[in-house]
């Protein structure tokens, strides 16, 4: 679940509550003659719209700090992300290479093959073993 949009739609709520208690508040002042009865059940109305603008603010909070956790937790993750998405382009460069190697016979081609498979090889484990191993300087040399 998105939880900012979570958090967005509880907030709507809280200000139509709000928004609401405002509105009746004003109707109370403009109707001094207004029966005991009727006045009654309009304070009623404003002290359940209070008491929504309450809880929405309350599960707010919980949803926002749910949210940052859900944002950490995905900027923990996205690290293994790009080891993975490296790991698959030097594969898929060294199965290039290794094709044309084929073709052309050139002991070289082959080593260079070699050099992009280990590098993917490398990082395809630290996406799984979870080690520390950030991709950027690869990025940067094959961007």
């Known amino acids: 679940m998105d939880q900012w949009a979570y958090y967005q739609s509880k907030s709507t709520k809280q200000h139509i509550a709000e928004n609401a208690v405002e509105m009746l508040r004003v109707q109370l002042d403009m109707s001094p003659g207004l029966k005991p ?4 059940k309009v304070e009623a109305r404003i002290a359940a719209q209070e008491a929504a603008g309450k809880k929405y603010e309350q599960e707010k909070e919980q949803i926002r700090a749910e949210a940052e956790q859900a944002a950490k937790d995905y900027d923990a993750m996205n690290v ?3 080891q993975f998405d490296l790991a698959e382009a030097c594969l898929s460069v060294a199965v290039a290479l290794a094709g044309v190697t084929a073709l052309t016979r050139k002991r070289w081609l082959f ?3 070699g050099v992009f498979a280990s590098i ?3 990082f395809g484990l ?3 073993l979870h080690w520390n191993l950030h991709s950027d ?3 940067k040399l094959l961007g």
Request: glycine fraction near 10%; avoid cysteine; proline fraction near 0%.
């Open 126 to 128: 630290a996406g799984f």
């Open 120 to 122: 993917g090889l490398v």
């Open 37 to 40: 009865e009727l006045r009654t």
């Open 80 to 82: 293994h992300d790009d």
């Open 111 to 113: 080593a260079v093959a």
């Open 137 to 139: 300087l690869m990025a």
